[in-house]
């Protein structure tokens, strides 16, 4: 069974003078996120390194009638980030919002770890979400204006079996958003971070089965797993006007499955 990507159109949301970026927008809550956004009328920069189903991403995109720009990245190369965003913003204009999506996970015990696993975990979901906020914020600071959204996990908090460095990155990436924030709210520029649960992606179905999957949902208080719309919702918030306050948090997105 493949996992549904598709988020339903979102209603109300209004991003028609907005330019997003998007990374991990070829699967999975990054290409929920990207369709949605486009929906809502905003001109969506994608990065993934996948190119097939990076176009299936762009063709969708730009069907819903907004401007469009793709090209295959890896997060994790500083030079790769800094001529997509620069190619972005000639195409679409400024980056107006960052969605930090694309991460990896390395599913193995900790004593068969490797040093280039740890280091290729951390380089794509921790340094990837630097190097991406890093290319856009000058721009966004000019301006004064800027929302920024990196994405961890619960398990920064309850941590995983096999998971040490995909969990590492993750808290991580709390940690960055928290001092990114403090840092450039005074120039209108608001970073925040959504920590969703088990989803139902491509990314937790390569190392669990379907039996797995069921049974970890139905051991969620609400009895499922997170589908893609549920992460993108909230997403859209923070990446909205309506959000004029909220600075340097962490959303748990995942049912009650972490609570505080």
């Known amino acids: ?4 990507e598709e988020a339903p159109q979102t209603n109300g949301w209004q991003f028609s003078n907005r330019t997003a970026m998007v990374t991990g927008a070829a699967s999975g809550i990054g290409r929920a996120l990207a369709l949605a956004l486009a929906a809502a009328g905003a001109r969506v920069a994608l990065a993934d390194l996948q190119p097939e189903p990076l176009g299936e991403t762009a063709a969708a995109v730009s069907a819903r009638g907004v401007g469009c720009f793709t090209q295959p990245m890896d997060i994790s190369n500083e030079e790769q980030v800094r001529t997509f965003v620069e190619l972005a913003q000639e195409r679409l204009g ?3 919002l960052l969605a930090n999506v694309a991460a990896i996970f390395i599913d193995v015990p900790f004593t ?10 951390i380089t794509v979901n921790l340094t990837g979400t630097f190097l991406c906020s890093r290319a856009v914020l000058p721009g966004m600071l000019a301006r004064r204006y800027g929302k920024i959204v990196n994405f961890s996990s619960v398990l920064f908090r309850t941590g995983a079996p096999s998971g040490a460095a995909y969990v590492a990155s993750k808290g991580g990436i709390v940690s960055f958003t928290r001092s990114l924030a403090q840092e450039v709210a005074g120039a209108g520029i608001q970073v925040n971070c959504v920590a969703p649960g088990l989803t ?3 990314q937790p ?4 089965s379907e039996a797995q999957m069921q049974e970890l949902g139905s051991h969620n208080p609400m009895g499922r797993m997170g589908q893609t719309a549920d992460i993108v919702e909230p997403t859209l918030f923070f990446l909205s006007d309506l959000n004029t306050y909220i600075n340097g948090q962490v959303l748990h997105v995942g049912g009650g499955e972490v609570c505080w």
């Open 94 to 96: 400024p980056i107006d």
């Open 205 to 208: 179905r390569a190392h669990l």
């Open 200 to 202: 139902d992606t491509a």
């Open 112 to 121: 068969e770890l490797t040093d280039e696993a740890w280091d290729r975990n």
């Open 1 to 4: 069974m493949s996992a549904p």
